[in-house]
C-alpha cells in the first residue's frame, strides 16, 4: 500500500491506511472534536445525514515541533473555520460530508472503514475537486493522514506545513504527469 493518493479520475484522490483498531475508536476520530482536532481539524459533527460539521482548523496545535508557514498559506496562520453538511452517517463504517469551497465549488469527502484483524482499513476519497486545488487538497489529506497514523501509535507528528509544502510540489508533478 503507498502512502501517496491515487487520482481516480477528474477532481477525485483516494487514499488509504490501515490504521489500528478497533473500529470504534477510528470513528472516533473521524467524528469526535476532541480527538479530530488533534490530527485534523476541532468542531462538532451532528450524527445525521444532514447534520452540520464544524471544521476550526489550527495546524500549529497538529504536532509540538516547530513548523513554518509558507507565504501562500499564511492566512491560515491563526486558524480558519467552515461547516460542511454530512451527506452520510453510517457508523461506525461510512462518513460523507461536503468539503467547503466557494459557492458552487463545494467538493465531498468520504471515510469508510473496515476491519482487518485487530487493525482498520481507512479509504478516504474527496471528490469534486477543481483542478486548481488537486495538488493542495492530495498533499493536506496526505499530511493529515500522516498525523491520524502517528496520533493513533502514539507517536509525535511531524509538523503540518514542514510535511504538507513538499509532498504539494509532489503531488502537482504526479498530477502533470497524469495528464
Known amino acids: 500500500m503507498s502512502d501517496y493518493g491515487t487520482i481516480i479520475g477528474p477532481g477525485a484522490v483516494r487514499f488509504e491506511r490501515l490504521l489500528p483498531g478497533p473500529i470504534e475508536r477510528v470513528w472516533a476520530y473521524l467524528t469526535e472534536s476532541d480527538k479530530r482536532g488533534t490530527w485534523l481539524a476541532r468542531g462538532a459533527v451532528e450524527p445525521r445525514a444532514g447534520g ?25 496562520e491563526k486558524g480558519a473555520s467552515s461547516t460542511a453538511r454530512v451527506t452520510r452517517w453510517e457508523p461506525p463504517r461510512l462518513l460523507s460530508h461536503s468539503w467547503p469551497g466557494s459557492p458552487g465549488e463545494e467538493s465531498e469527502v468520504t471515510f469508510e472503514l473496515t476491519p482487518q484483524g485487530d487493525d482498520v482499513l481507512l479509504v478516504l476519497t474527496h471528490r469534486r475537486l477543481g483542478a486548481a486545488k488537486m495538488a493542495s487538497a492530495a498533499g493536506g489529506w496526505h499530511t493529515h493522514l500522516g498525523i491520524l497514523v502517528d496520533r493513533l501509535h502514539g507517536r509525535v507528528p511531524q509538523p503540518f506545513f514542514i510535511t504538507h509544502t513538499p509532498l504539494e510540489a509532489e503531488y502537482e508533478r504526479r498530477i502533470a504527469s497524469a495528464s
Open 52 to 76: 452540520q460539521v464544524e471544521l476550526h482548523f489550527l495546524h500549529a496545535e497538529l504536532s509540538p515541533l516547530p513548523d513554518e508557514i509558507p507565504a501562500k498559506y499564511k492566512s491560515l
